[in-house]
């Protein structure tokens, strides 16, 4: 059984920062044990509430800012973290499609590429540039014009920078909804955005892996995730998130050692702003009530979507 104290706890955080900084995105997760921002944290609001429609393209830029100078240790009390800055963006493309001959369903493909700057403490030189690609297939139903249901399927493929890339191939199966009433009452302009699901990995393979010299079969995670949006005004919405991530332990591949799990819970709030019913900006904070093996998430995110 691998022992971990509070200095080489500090040190593998460290390690895995710069080994893993692609971290924007549902490839966050495939951090064994010291990761900050759950992969859904991205998730802002209003997010599924997906139309149908014949055809039509979105495209979404979200940035993000991370303070890592404290962590959770493996009994979650707080230490001193790897003093570590992460700034990075996500771009996406996504494309929405539907057939007549389904009516309530839509469709959707998307293509996801994380971008990362990564400024350890210190003199060290920051690690800059592309982690790895994402790919998503989703299928959803609007039964009625207010309530989404649905599944998407997302593919992490490791072929980002070196120093940025999870080496790992991973697959988010999810669910995902979103519920907002219609009428004339000021309770109905409240809205509801959620995520669940889990993250699949194949071994990681990079000696730097949790900071032991081995690759590592990592446990899967599971993680929940809610928005509560209030929409204020026809331009201004303000939110709140919650977001749950868990990992189970996993195993070195060759002395068997074991890699401890890790938790965290984050929440946070923000607001959306509508420029026009196509184009729209938000910016919201998240930061961690709770966790272990893990660093704690204080980070700020700004998105910007636009549909054409």
Same mark, same amino acid.
């Given at each position: 059984?691998?022992?971990?104290?509070?200095?080489?706890?500090?040190?593998? /955080?460290?390690?895995?920062?710069?080994? #893993?900084?692609?971290?924007? /995105?549902?490839?966050?997760?495939?951090? *064994?044990?010291?990761?900050?921002?759950?992969?859904?944290? @991205? !998730?802002? *609001?209003?997010?599924?509430?997906?139309?149908? /429609? &014949?055809?039509?393209?979105?495209?979404? =830029?979200?940035?993000?800012?991370?303070? %890592?100078?404290?962590?959770?240790?493996?009994?979650?009390?707080?230490?001193? #973290? *790897?003093?570590?800055?992460?700034?990075?963006?996500?771009?996406?493309?996504?494309? +929405?499609?539907?057939?007549?001959? +389904?009516?309530?369903?839509?469709?959707?493909?998307?293509?996801l590429q994380p971008e990362v700057d990564l400024?350890?403490?210190?003199?060290?030189?920051? /690690?800059?540039?592309?982690?790895? &690609?994402l790919f998503d297939f989703a299928a959803y139903?609007?039964?009625?014009?207010?309530?989404?249901?649905?599944? =998407?399927?997302?593919? %992490?493929?490791?072929?980002?920078?070196?120093?940025?890339?999870?080496?790992?191939?991973?697959?988010? &199966?999810?669910?995902?909804?979103?519920?907002?009433?219609?009428g004339p009452h000021w309770y109905d302009r409240?809205?509801?955005?959620?995520?669940?699901?889990? $993250?699949?990995?194949?071994? @990681?393979?990079?000696?730097?892996?949790?900071?032991? $010299?081995?690759?590592?079969? !990592? $446990?899967?995670?599971?993680?929940?995730?809610?928005?509560?949006?209030?929409?204020?005004?026809?331009?201004?919405?303000?939110?709140?998130?919650? @977001?749950?991530?868990?990992?189970?332990?996993?195993?070195?591949?060759?002395?068997? %050692?074991?890699?401890?799990?890790?938790?965290?819970?984050?929440? #946070?709030? $923000?607001?959306?702003?509508?420029?026009?019913?196509?184009?729209?900006?938000?910016?919201?904070? +998240?930061? %961690?009530?709770?966790?272990?093996?893990?660093?704690?998430?204080?980070?700020?995110? +700004?998105?910007?979507?636009?549909?054409?």
């Amino acid at each position: 059984m691998m022992r971990t104290s509070k200095l080489s706890l500090r040190r593998a /955080v460290a390690r895995r920062l710069l080994a #893993g900084a692609a971290a924007i /995105v549902a490839a966050m997760a495939a951090l *064994p044990a010291w990761a900050a921002n759950p992969p859904f944290a @991205i !998730v802002g *609001p209003t997010e599924w509430d997906l139309p149908i /429609v &014949p055809s039509a393209n979105v495209f979404i =830029q979200t940035f993000y800012a991370q303070n %890592s100078d404290v962590a959770y240790g493996r009994d979650g009390k707080q230490i001193a #973290g *790897p003093e570590t800055h992460t700034f990075a963006g996500l771009s996406r493309w996504a494309h +929405l499609f539907s057939f007549k001959s +389904l009516p309530h369903v839509g469709f959707f493909w998307e293509y996801l590429q994380p971008e990362v700057d990564l400024q350890p403490s210190g003199n060290s030189n920051s /690690v800059t540039g592309l982690g790895d &690609p994402l790919f998503d297939f989703a299928a959803y139903v609007k039964p009625t014009n207010s309530f989404t249901i649905g599944y =998407q399927n997302i593919l %992490s493929v490791p072929i980002g920078n070196n120093n940025l890339s999870n080496h790992a191939w991973i697959e988010f &199966p999810t669910m995902i909804f979103d519920w907002h009433p219609s009428g004339p009452h000021w309770y109905d302009r409240f809205g509801d955005d959620g995520t669940a699901g889990a $993250g699949i990995f194949s071994t @990681i393979h990079d000696t730097n892996c949790a900071g032991v $010299g081995q690759d590592c079969n !990592v $446990g899967d995670t599971y993680f929940l995730q809610d928005s509560v949006r209030y929409q204020l005004t026809s331009w201004f919405a303000p939110f709140v998130d919650d @977001i749950y991530q868990g990992q189970s332990s996993g195993r070195t591949t060759v002395t068997h %050692s074991r890699i401890f799990g890790n938790y965290e819970n984050d929440i #946070g709030g $923000g607001a959306k702003f509508n420029f026009t019913a196509n184009r729209w900006l938000a910016l919201w904070y +998240l930061t %961690s009530t709770g966790g272990n093996n893990t660093v704690k998430t204080k980070a700020i995110y +700004l998105r910007f979507v636009n549909i054409f």
